[in-house]
């Protein structure tokens, strides 16, 4: 019989070892003892190497799938003479490393905040295959940007257009910006990710883009490049990216009248799977809805098709990413029903809301696996916990382990690869875990894991020795 809690999409799988494509990585298989392999690197050897918990990225499949994205946009454009820019949005997944994985593909980058720019920088990202982004840019994150000859910054509000304008003239430059548009197209996902409904902090209202368009114009150190949307993040269905860009190439067709609006960026927020009942995004068949609306649109509105930017984020980094975890302890509780009770196991890991904060924010579902081993012992409906002091300290809510799962046993938890590493706190004062890439047999340390002692370097009291004291 089905376990009460069990959530109603989640069935016992047939076959607890089996690792689905939907979510894992290309590369992940078991070899003959059954312990999961992730680019050709054991988990063991990943865990002794570099410790617990760990993010894993994929090389290989993040580039694999910058590429294939990059694809599906380009050839369906191609037909019709527009040309695609891909920005990778930096907030999933930043490091230097990556970045170069980036730009090695191609890709443009969007960041969103003098932080994310200094590391894209840092890994020799050129200005001009940069956009800014972010509600509240400071003046000096502003400055930062035009200095370095980013190619876009995405204006959020009224305030920012003199702000930018003033820095790029005080600079001598003439700074390309879009304008972020609140499209109210209600994308279907959770409350927090949705970024378009009417009633949130992102873009402008439909209707003030016209006069804020004009006021940009005035600038003789602003050059308006085109409207901005992003309706969300993890989003499944196409039509809300269909309809925000009718919406938006009505607006762009009024502002061509009389000059030339060279661009319409439509964002990011492709969905992906991150548990069994969720069905992966189909990117090419997106793109090529996206772009055939926006071909026979613009036909209609009698204006030239305009070239087209997109921002992916999680859709490349999620799935290219799988946590590692060692389990400290196993309890199982018994839970109250109508029917009268049902067991729930809690295996609680070395880390926790401060590796990934996506159940406690969203109430994001993850899957798990037995990672050192395969098992052919029965399914138990588990729920994977940090060793935090929240009871919401959630890593899995719902899964199913072997019921022979052991203290000191690895699992691993996959798509980890977007907002979780980027998320991360110190909470606890835990450090944050270490990143290592795996490609072809060999891995490497991205970043290193936080110490202890990093995070007292920035306790000005122990620096006094009033630490040490106490
Ligand atoms: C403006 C913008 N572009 C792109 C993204 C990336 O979204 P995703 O990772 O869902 O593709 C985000 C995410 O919040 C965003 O705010």
Known sequence: MKNPLAPEWLQA?????????????????????????????????????????????????????????????????????????????AKALLTTDIAGWVEQEGYSIDVASGGELAVARAAGFEGSKIGLHGNNKSLSEISRAVVAGVNSIVIDSEQEIERIASIAESNSVVQGVRLRVNSGVHASTHEFLATAREDQKFGIPIDQVEDLV????????????????????QIFVVDGFVEAARRLLSLHAKLSEGEEVPELNLGGGFGIAYVENEKPINIKELAQRIIANVVSL?????????????????????????????????????????????????????GGISDNLRFALYGAEYTSSLATRSSS???VLSRVVGKHCESG???????????????NELIAVPATGAYCYSLASNYNYLGRPPIASVRDGQSKLLVRGETEQ?????????????ADES
């Open 298 to 350: 613009s036909d209609e509105l009698g204006i030239k098709p305009p070239n087209l930017c997109f921002e992916p984020g999680r859709l490349i980094a999620g799935p290219s990413g799988v946590t590692l975890y060692n389990v400290g302890t196993i309890k199982d509780i018994e839970v109250p029903t109508e029917q009268g009770s049902a067991n729930r196991r809690y295996v609680a890991v070395d």
């Open 13 to 89: 799988p047939e076959d607890l070892n089996d690792l689905n494509k939907k979510i894992w990585p290309e590369s992940a298989k078991r070899d003959s003892s059954g312990e999961i392999h992730i680019g050709g690197v054991g988990v063991s050897e990943l865990a002794s190497k570099f410790g617990t918990p760990l993010y894993v990225v994929d090389e290989s499949e993040f580039r694999s799938r910058l590429a294939l994205v990059n694809r599906a946009f380009t050839q369906p454009a191609r037909e019709h003479g527009i040309a695609i820019r891909m920005y990778y949005a």
């Open 214 to 233: 004009a006021v940009i114009r005035s600038h003789p150190s602003l050059k308006f490049l085109g409207l901005h949307s992003h309706i969300g993040s």
């Open 393 to 407: 300290d959630i890593v899995v809510n719902n899964t199913y382990l072997p019921s022979d799962l052991a203290i």
């Open 454 to 466: 990093d995070m007292l370097a920035r306790d000005e009291g122990y620096k006094t020795g009033l």
């Open 377 to 379: 012992a029965e399914p």
